[in-house]
């Protein structure tokens, strides 16, 4: 399968506890985006690497959280001390780059449950 | 903050009706509006990019159409089928954006009855 994949696809967590989520791209794609879906909303944005450089994060993104893109391939979503506000379903995806009209291919998710 | 609207929040239709949900967005600033697909268990898919004022696009039983000029979309599915049954989401890309991040309304939840 050459799409998006995300790990895990579930995760139930303390309150308090750090998690980190893994993100593969589609290959050779240098964009690369983190959405966050809670309960009766659409999905949010989170923050956007071009290859390696994150260039922008939303106000969304408190500074428990953390994300990285080494070496422009695969991401990680970090979150720290986790609270129950973090429980939702959080949403990569990818794009090519070129082209204005920038299609982005999502992955299945990770749906966080925090108790 | 942008607005970005959609109606009907959920929808039940008989196997073989044509149904159809709208989309609202700022008509400002407008570069593109996505539609995606998300069934439950899976990843959102991609039905259309439609980026002209007027644009109408069709792919199989599902259709959309855009007026960028009074924000708004609209998502036709002839025939519904119960594999239709999903979230259709819109997304508004703000002109604006510089990451070209997307703005999602909340969904329209599609329950196809057999």
Known sequence: DTGVSQDPRHKITKRGQNVTFRCDPISEHNRLYWYRQTLGQGPEFLTYFQNEAQLEKSRLLSDRFSAERPKGSFSTLEIQRTEQGDSAMYLCASSPGTGWMNEQFFGPGTRLTVL | ?114
């Open chain 2, 1 to 114: 903050i942008l607005n970005v609207e959609q109606s009907p929040q959920s929808l039940h239709v008989q196997e073989g009706d044509s149904t159809n949900f709208t989309c609202s967005f700022p008509s400002s600033n407008f570069y593109a509006l996505h539609w995606y697909r998300w069934e439950t268990a899976k990843s959102p898919e991609a039905l259309f990019v439609m980026t002209l004022n007027g644009d109408e696009k069709k792919k199989g039983r599902i259709s959309a159409t855009l007026n960028t000029k009074e924000g708004y979309s609209y998502l036709y599915i002839k025939g519904s089928q119960p594999e239709d049954s999903a979230t259709y989401l819109c997304a508004f890309l703000d002109s604006g954006a510089g990451s070209y991040q997307l703005t999602f309304g909340k969904g329209t939840k599609l329950s196809v009855i057999p």
